[in-house]
């Protein structure tokens, strides 16, 4: 079957982890357990869903553009939203891709825009006869995968932001902010989903369509969600901290070159008030006949940058 085409997925789950292909002009079987993938983007999509005699409030479900995370009863069967990350070459994982889904009462018709590997995943257990055998332990079984793939995705994160705590000991540059600012984020951006995913996949385990074994994985990978969702806060805290700690080594360097400057400053303030004074084109200036009195000056000029120098010394100004 041509993967570019809008129908994805086409199968009756055979009970046993195995499946039956269909083609996109097959009409569902009332009395079969089917799983159908559609690319909602395609109209004809919308229009297989229609000639299937799938109601039209799911219709509409299925193709909407703007998801967040849910789950609620629907048109006598159970609408879920949920979020993964993005796994494709080149993609940001935190540009989460949806997956909708519903649970109907013969099967789950699914619909994504963006290739999800949770679901390619699913697919092949299928094929290999390794897969779910009900429709609520395919729907439990994309749960899992879904969350599964995010811990990789969320322990780089927190590598990443454990390599900027090492660079700031060793060397702090202003990069680090830059780069400490763009995993925060990123982290935020993940946490906006994973929070309602989390309470979703809540509600998946009360719903009474779901059997023992399926309640039991789902309370699993609301489990590790749970998890994920508190190292997710922890790398972000853990990154504002960095990013404040260089902040403050960036001030800090900056206030010790202001007071230098400051320093200087006021060691050079009377020996250029002498240059100026002496400077002036006016008659009756004293030494203007002596010619040993340039260097006269210059050492009354030293004698005073040494005073000044002592004086500050003194005082504690260095």
Known sequence: MDKDHWLKIGCYLDGKGGCDRFGADHVLQADRTYWVHLDYTQPQSAQWMRDNVVPE??????????????????????????RGVNLQPGARPEDMIALRLWLGPNGVISTQK???VSVETEEAQLEAGEGPTTATALVAGLVDELTWRMEDVIENLETE??????????????????????????????????????????KLQSDRLFGELDVIQIREATDRLLRLVEDLDAAREHATLLQEEVFAVQNEAINDRMYLLAIISALFLPL?????LFGINVGGLPGVENEQAFWWFCGVMTLIAIGVMIWMRKRRWF
Do not use: K, N
């Not at 540059?173 to 809540?202: D, F, K, N, V, W």
């Not at 250029?272 to 100026?276: A, E, I």
């Open 57 to 82: 409030r799911v219709i509409e479900a299925l193709t909407a553009t703007e998801t967040r995370p849910r789950a609620s009863e629907v048109s006598g069967g159970l609408l879920v939203y949920l």
């Open 114 to 116: 963006r290739t999800l």
């Open 161 to 202: 932001v454990e390599h900027c705590a090492e660079q700031l000991d060793a060397s702090p540059t202003a990069s680090l902010t830059s780069q400490l600012g763009l995993l925060r984020r990123r982290a935020i951006t993940l946490r906006r989903y994973l929070t309602p995913q989390r309470e979703a996949l809540m």
């Open 272 to 276: 250029g008030f002498l240059t100026g």
